[in-house]
């Protein structure tokens, strides 16, 4: 049975890349290492702030890739070390975030084991546009205008 998709609605033209979005994210959350809090810091800004305790900044990496923050951790063995008890792992990890369009990596820095990266969410200005109506004669209507700071008369 073919699944049925939210965005297959007629209303809803060019979402087709939400629904591969959000498939993406429902993949990529299903671990829990590193724990982690996301919290807005101001009207237009978020931080992501991962519990990274052991890692310093050699160890750790932040990329974007399509529209994902990807961040990785990867701790090397200290060879010389003779452990009598290990109950601190030293564990690989990757944590994804699905970033929506728009979406600026600011900054990250690490502090007492926690790695915050800061993000911004643009406001978009609202666009309001006149659209000319061509009749079969090829005369147009006197409706060209344009609203708002950016875009165009179509």
Do not use: C, W
């Amino acid at each position: 049975m073919p699944r049925v998709s939210v965005f297959s609605s007629p209303l809803l033209l060019g979402f087709d890349h939400v629904e591969r979005m959000i498939e993406r994210a429902a993949k990529t959350g299903s671990e829990g290492y590193p724990p982690y809090n996301i919290e807005q810091i101001g009207e237009d800004a978020l931080r992501i702030t991962l519990a990274v305790a052991g890692f310093g900044t050699g160890d750790l990496s932040i990329t974007t890739e399509d529209n994902q923050l990807v961040i990785r951790g990867k701790q090397v063995d200290d060879k010389d070390r003779v452990y009598l008890h290990r109950g601190i792992a030293a564990r690989q990890f990757q944590r994804s975030f699905v970033l929506a369009d728009g979406i600026e990596v600011v900054g990250a820095e690490l502090v007492n084991g926690l790695l915050h990266i800061d993000l911004r969410r643009p406001r978009p200005e609202p666009q309001i546009r006149s659209i000319a109506i061509r009749t079969q004669n090829g005369d147009t209507s006197d409706m060209i205008g344009v609203s708002g700071k950016s875009g165009g008369s179509v």
